[in-house]
């Protein structure tokens, strides 16, 4: 598939923030629902580079383990469990709840996001056109319209939301940190592959307009 918006945009995928003021607002109207939707943005990108950077450490300390690295798979969880126990990020705010996919009694948080054109996707000036508006919509936070934009010029997307069970992930590191401290280090393996295998992949197909 096509990608049609870089990482940096992230956030404004993951961002259940209201459309941007309709053309009949004041432009300082405008510019407050701006301000307010970038704001919202600036808070989930927090929220989920900070559980991006937990499963990474994750990662990272199962593949010390492999290298027979124990003392950096030791910083590496412990690195991940601080991550997540931190109470400066309001990870309930940011909380998927309506989720398809098939999830736990449990806290999923939005730590990654992809969004692709769909796979019989043909160029046109056209749609290159309605591609560059949504790009733009969606460096100002407006998600609805940039999809809009897009499905109304016939383009079809997928959109992938990787979500991290905060409550599973948390009691995975602390066990893992106990068995590192053991000196079980295969047990804290399998345990640390546990949190990574519990990510969800939550995908919704936003259908051309015909």
């Known amino acids: 598939m ?14 259940s923030a209201p459309v941007l003021a309709a053309a009949t607002a004041t432009p300082a109207q405008t510019a407050a629902a701006t301000a307010q939707i970038q704001k919202e943005a600036a808070d989930v990108m ?4 900070q559980g991006a950077n937990a499963m990474r450490d994750i990662q990272f300390a199962r593949l010390a383990l492999f290298h027979g690295e124990p003392a950096s798979a030791k910083k590496l969880t412990d690195d991940a469990a601080t991550l997540l126990k931190d109470d400066s ?11 398809k996919a098939k999830m736990i009694d449990d806290q999923y948080v939005i730590i990654n996001a992809t969004v ?8 046109t000036p056209a749609k290159e056109t309605a591609i560059k508006s ?3 919509k969606l460096a100002k936070g407006d998600q609805k319209g940039a999809m809009d934009t ?3 010029a016939g383009i079809g997307v997928m959109e992938n939301q ?12 602390a066990q893992a940190k106990k068995l590192l401290a053991d000196g079980k280090y295969y047990e804290a393996n399998l345990v640390l592959k546990g949190a990574e295998d519990g ?12």
């Open 89 to 99: 990020a309001d990870w309930k705010k940011f909380v998927k709840t309506d989720a």
């Open 116 to 123: 692709a054109l769909s796979e019989d996707y043909i160029a």
């Open 2 to 15: 096509k990608k049609l918006i870089l990482a940096g945009l992230l956030a404004t995928m993951m961002s």
């Open 162 to 173: 990787y979500l991290m069970p905060l409550n599973q992930t948390r009691k995975a590191v």
């Open 134 to 136: 949504a790009n733009e």
């Open 46 to 49: 927090q929220v989920a580079v």
């Open 199 to 210: 990510i969800v992949v939550d995908s919704e197909m936003f259908a051309a307009s015909n």
């Open 150 to 152: 897009l499905r109304l």
